[in-house]
């Protein structure tokens, strides 16, 4: 009973840390009347599916992320995704971020200038400088949430139409030169 009473204790603390954790309990011994030591192995999981990853980034309408740039929403979607650290990297232009880390190591694919169908719910999304959606230097970034067959999409972005928070869009796939698009595997 020792035992087990601990093992209720160990459970409980894991759930009460609010983080995505698995926590498993090994014996140190198969007959709990032997002894009641225990090996605890906590994991943290510091990356989310790309569905609640989306789910999170829509909660954050309104809100800015980071310093109020394009950059900073992808770069926080990026973060919960299991993805590179880009805040704080150097790298500043949104058109290459899909060149500008490896994102392979961290389980990602990069298409560069896609095709509608290559672009899929959850993908970061970089626009080149220079066009509609991004007439600096910098190109633009965002996430897709839903695109359809003729290229119509729902995104969600920061530093647009709306300013220095995030909102929902609706853009065309010929709008401005996609120049990459970064998905999850």
């Known amino acids: 009973m020792i035992f087990k009473s601990k093992i209720s204790k160990i459970l409980m603390a894991s759930l009460s840390l609010g983080a995505l954790m698995t926590t498993s309990v090994v014996p140190a011994f198969a007959d709990d009347n032997q002894s009641d030591q ?5 994991t943290t999981n510091n990356s989310m599916s790309v569905s609640e990853a989306l789910a999170a980034l829509e909660a954050q309408q309104g809100n800015t992320l980071y310093n109020g740039q394009c950059y900073g929403l992808s770069a926080w979607y990026a973060k919960q995704l299991g993805g590179p650290t880009m ?21 990602f694919t990069v298409t560069n200038y896609p095709s509608i169908s290559d672009i899929k719910p959850g993908d970061i999304i970089c626009w080149e400088a220079g066009g509609a959606l991004s007439p600096g230097i910098y190109g633009h970034t965002g996430v897709v949430v839903s695109i359809d ?9 920061q530093n647009a139409e709306n300013g220095q928070v ?10 401005t030169t996609i120049k990459s698009v970064i998905h999850k595997n």
């Open 38 to 42: 225990t090996t605890t192995t906590t």
């Open 149 to 157: 067959s003729d290229g119509n999409m729902v995104t969600l972005e």
């Open 87 to 107: 805040m704080g990297s150097g790298h500043e232009y949104a058109q290459d971020i899909g060149s500008d880390y490896d994102w392979a190591s961290y389980g």
């Open 166 to 175: 995030v909102s929902q869009y609706n853009r065309t796939y010929s709008q």
